[in-house]
């Protein structure tokens, strides 16, 4: 960071917007899991896109590297600096326009937190189809560089499936919006899905549309108990194509047991492995309870489900499964592997999993939770230190591939996974991308660490 460099940034933004305070750095310097940790000389707060246009223009003639940051709660690095970088926060960028109840669609910040788009969307009757327990510091443009997925999927599909429009500070300082009023648009490249799931590599997302839903007026939540994971994933193919079916969530009966003992909440059902259901339907005459019934007598359950009807009962329930983070994260960082996998292999996978870390970490515990709707898992190992994560990375990143699943399925490549971004794409596709991104970023200055390092 040059006198020159912070100077105009500081004429951007404004002197308070900028920060060369080494403990503020270092705050911001490390990972939501407490695991990884870079190297940054500033702070820059742009507050619209404009802002981030020009601070982009001025750091790239500096050639000074930029990492973006919204709501740092990227689980594979994705945030962490590795090169004394610049760093540019959208945490500013958090305006909130009126829903469009017709059209069902709000235009917000890139810094909006997803709790606030659901907390605007639910004051207007309706509902935003991306759910994460990181709802409360989880930012929306954030979520869509990585193309997140959560809690909904199995209803409404991944983020990009929301973003209807977005604006786009680019590499070299100009700005591209992107928007439609109306719902087909065949005139092009889809320009809007490049940026999505790009990580922060082609540009920086400052502002977003997205698209709303209608509010389910009749829930039904609960939660069953399965013997073996052959029996849980037999019961989430009858499940996932059940007609408003809203979530479908894996839980290691060991977390629930954690959650019992930690923090007083009941094991709701018996069994080795739990699967928590949704429904949710928007006629208020239907009845999701009796379709949940009758699909429930289908399945191979341990004893009788924990069934929520009324928002209490089901709070109750859904805090089983959202109690996972606090309860893992009580024996220190967890050791995260976000994989997707065939159904078929998902029993397998489990099983030789804990087998590798048997062998790699003997102390160390494996739990596993997801979205089992679509294959979307989340390895968790408690009690893996440094030296033991080194050798059982890789070993997991094997058994992913030679189980025909992808190594990253909603948290992104980030830096963490991009030495095994060859594990699930081919070499052309690399190609492709590299292109992409030269085309965009010639000199390679912005997020710099991330996909391909």
């Known amino acids: 960071m040059t006198a020159t460099l912070a100077d105009q940034l500081a004429r951007i933004v404004g002197p308070a917007q900028v920060s060369t305070d080494p403990d503020v750095l270092d705050g911001r310097s490390v990972d939501h899991t407490g695991r990884y940790r870079g190297r940054a000389t500033a702070l820059v707060r742009p507050a619209t896109t404009a802002e981030v246009a020009e601070v982009l223009r001025v750091c790239r003639e500096a050639g000074a590297y930029v990492t973006v940051q919204g709501g740092r709660t990227s689980l594979v690095a994705g945030a962490v600096p590795e090169h004394d970088d610049v760093l540019l926060s959208t945490e500013r960028l958090t305006d909130i326009g009126a829903v469009d109840t017709v059209e069902r669609r709000i235009r917000v910040g890139a810094g909006v937190t997803l709790a606030a788009v659901q907390r605007a969307a639910a004051h207007a009757g309706l509902v935003f189809g991306v759910d994460l327990a990181a709802r409360e510091s989880a930012t929306v443009g954030g979520m869509a560089a990585t193309n997140a997925g959560g809690l909904r999927t199995v209803r409404y599909g991944n983020m990009g499936e929301q973003v209807i429009g977005l604006d786009v500070a680019l590499p070299d300082g100009s700005v591209l919006r992107r928007h439609s ?16 799931g790009a990580e922060g590599t082609l540009g920086v997302i400052t502002g977003l549309q997205l698209r709303l839903h209608p509010m389910p007026r009749q829930r039904v939540t609960a939660i069953c108990g399965f013997i073996d994971l052959d029996a849980l994933i037999e019961a989430g193919r009858v499940l996932r194509d059940l007609d408003g079916i809203a979530a479908l969530e894996l839980i290691d009966s060991r977390i629930a047991e954690l959650a019992a003992e930690q923090l007083g909440v009941p094991v709701p059902a018996p069994g080795n492995w739990l699967l928590l259901t949704e429904l949710a339907l928007v006629d208020p005459a239907d009845d999701p309870t009796e379709r ?8 191979r359950l341990v004893g009788e489900p924990a069934v929520g009807v009324d928002a209490v009962a089901q709070q109750r329930l859904w805090q089983v ?4 983070a606090e309860v893992l994260g009580s024996y220190g960082p967890p050791l995260k592997f976000d994989v997707s996998l065939p159904l078929a292999a998902v029993a397998g996978f489990a099983a030789r999993a804990a087998e590798i870390v048997d062998q790699v970490a003997a102390q160390a515990v494996p739990v596993l939770f997801g979205h089992v709707g679509e294959g979307n898992l989340h390895l968790n190992v408690l ?10 990375y890789p070993a997991m990143m094997d058994l992913i591939a030679g189980c025909g699943g992808n190594v990253s399925s909603e948290h992104g490549v980030g830096t963490r996974k991009r030495d095994y971004l060859a594990m699930s794409r081919i070499d052309a596709d690399i190609a492709v991308m590299r292109a992409i991104k030269t085309a965009f970023d010639p000199t390679g200055y912005l997020n710099p660490a991330v996909l391909f390092g």
């Not at 949940?292 to 399945?299: D, F, N, W, Y």
């Not at 499964?321 to 996972?324: A, D, G, M, Q």
């Not at 009690?383 to 059982?392: F, H, I, K, T």
């Open 181 to 196: 009023e109306v719902r087909m648009d065949n005139t092009g490249y889809d320009l809007i899905s490049l940026f999505v």
């Open 292 to 299: 949940l019934a009758a699909a429930l007598e289908q399945v």
């Open 321 to 324: 499964r959202e109690s996972t």
């Open 383 to 392: 009690g893996c230190s440094p030296d033991e994560e080194r050798a059982l």
